[in-house]
């Protein structure tokens, strides 16, 4: 085997650096800090390059890099790569995920209990020469109610050291069964509202997306008691930092601690600066040695395996998927993503199990990558696009306690092959099922009710009475509010009775149109969907 020559270029673990020397099928260049124009010069040499967060991979160098076949991010973060242009020249990127799982966590607990005792403001005052005990007096975690919210890796880790300090843990997480929770040792929410309302402190660690996006925003943060102490260590966003402004300004939280912000570095003129009950630290989450040694090794041992045998892992663009596979079964990732997708936004929360039936054709190729799509698509709005893949998707879905079943069906429908998606809850139970028509995705089936929609865009979900002019006021909502009907689809049960229409759109409508929607005298439901 022709040697696979590997460009180091942001710093990372000199152990990792060690093992990449000493692999006898590798050419290992180490540029530390390699300037854009000489990376540009120099990518056609390389068949793998690892970075960190200081180089940048871009659509320019990746038109360069005509033997590049992998890239590694030694950490979670690929911001400084160009997923789509890797995607489209064939280039897998691979990051490292759970390297950095314990620093995260102890970080976030150092956090609240510096939160906890005002240990950074007495530090400050010791050194300035000041002794003041009784202005630092703090509080104990001891008894006290923790909530979190996002229950993966980091999660589960914070949870575990609040638990050995004496305190009651509450977690909200969408997809942390009730099994899952149990085991945990945990007391579920079912909402961010149930679980903040009682906390005495609260940590976050969910991926930024956009339905997380200003979790705690200015409504939330009025529900919480009035020394409640808030952590964040996971993404900058999460929280609405001028409602968290307003708060600290009136005295309706007990203070702040962050690592992350929505703007990095936050400006001179910061304004959460001026109170004496905030902590901040400059994004240092990841930063220990054993972290940084932890993601050095495992990204050093990612891009080795890749090159020399084709082992995928922690892929964020890719599946491991050989050419001829992917002809045949590509048009079904599509298909099944899709319904994943879909499913994931109108199923209940807690889901518990995920059943994927094939029937007819489909059922005779080699489903588990299609089962992954599926996967995928149902767990991206946890954990976000980039953070979900078709290798790592089945220990997500293991680490959310969510049981995931593949079978197989005697197709007797009107339909030569169809994929099923069935989610089931604590007390509910979704199902989408969908085929092709001419290579193109399409849902036929929804909880049971004949549809016939592409499986593609925006889509309109309303459950309503089949009235006179229904029909028709809902075109006059969606004109009024400028979003224009691609497709309409009607199911109805009888005349007069229940009915389910299903809209195409070109373009999402905002909240408040769905909840003008949802006050039509006969609309008992308005969903929007994004496939």
């Known amino acids: 085997m022709d040697k696979k020559t590997v460009l180091v270029a942001d710093p990372i673990s000199p152990v990792g650096i060690d093992n990449l020397l000493a692999d006898p099928d590798l050419e290992v260049d180490v540029r530390i800090g390699i300037s854009p124009e000489d990376l540009l010069a120099d990518a056609a040499q390389y068949d793998g390059i690892i970075v960190r967060s200081q180089t940048k991979i871009t659509a320019e160098v990746l038109e360069k890099a ?51 005792r005002r240990i950074p403001q007495a530090h400050a005052s010791i050194v300035e020469g000041r002794w003041e005990r009784k202005k630092f007096q703090g509080v104990e975690l001891y008894d006290k109610t923790l909530a979190i919210l996002g229950m993966g890796r980091i999660g589960t880790e914070f949870a575990r050291r609040a638990m050995a300090f004496g305190m009651r843990v509450v977690a909200y997480d969408p997809y942390l069964s009730a099994n899952r929770a149990r085991l945990l040792r945990v007391e579920l929410s079912n909402t961010v509202e149930e679980a903040i309302r009682e906390a005495d402190f609260i940590t976050m660690h969910m991926p930024m997306t956009a339905e997380t996006q200003h979790m705690l925003n200015a409504e939330r943060i009025k529900l919480l008691k009035p020394d409640c102490r808030i952590v964040n260590c996971a993404r900058g966003g999460l929280i609405d930092e001028q409602a968290l402004l307003e708060a600290l300004r009136e005295e309706r939280i007990g203070g702040v601690a962050l690592d992350v912000f929505e703007v990095e570095p936050p400006a001179a003129d910061y304004e959460l600066l001026q109170f004496p009950n905030v902590v901040f630290t400059p994004h240092l989450g990841a930063s220990t040695d054993e972290a940084q040694e932890n993601v050095g090794i495992e990204i050093a041992q990612t891009i080795a395996s890749y090159l020399k045998d084709g082992t995928v892992v922690n892929s964020v663009n890719m599946p491991s998927i050989d050419e001829k596979t992917l002809g045949e079964i590509g048009p079904y990732l599509k298909l099944a993503e899709s319904l994943g997708r879909l499913l994931s936004q109108t199923a209940p929360s807690h889901a518990e199990k995920l059943t994927i039936t094939y029937a007819g054709k489909v059922s005779e190729l080699e489903t588990s990558l299609i089962s992954r799509a599926a996967l995928s698509g149902f767990l991206q709005k946890t954990f976000g696009k980039t953070g979900v893949n078709y290798i790592n998707v089945p220990g997500l879905a293991k680490n959310l306690g969510l049981e995931v079943a593949e079978s197989t069906a005697t197709n007797s429908s009107e339909y030569t092959e169809v994929i099923s998606l069935r989610v089931k809850g604590e007390s509910l139970t979704r199902e989408v099922v969908g085929t092709l028509f001419a290579g193109v995705p399409r849902i036929v089936r929804l909880d049971g009710i004949p549809v016939e929609v592409k499986a593609e865009g925006h889509l309109l979900m309303l459950r309503n009475t089949d009235t006179p002019g229904m029909i028709a006021t809902i075109g006059r909502i969606l004109g009024d509010h400028q979003i224009n009907i691609a497709h309409m689809f009607l199911s109805r049960e009888t005349a007069g009775g229940q009915a389910l229409t299903v809209l195409s759109l070109d373009s999402r409508p905002e909240e408040s149109v769905l909840k003008e929607l949802e006050d039509v005298s006969g609309i008992k439901g308005a969903t929007a969907v994004d496939l």
């Open 66 to 116: 005509k033997r590049l076949q992998a890239v590694g991010r030694a950490g979670v973060g690929v911001d400084n790569i160009d997923i789509a242009a890797a995607s489209d020249r064939g280039v897998v990127v691979m990051n490292t995920p759970s390297g950095n799982t314990i620093s995260t966590a102890e970080h976030a607990f150092t956090l609240m209990m510096s939160l906890a």
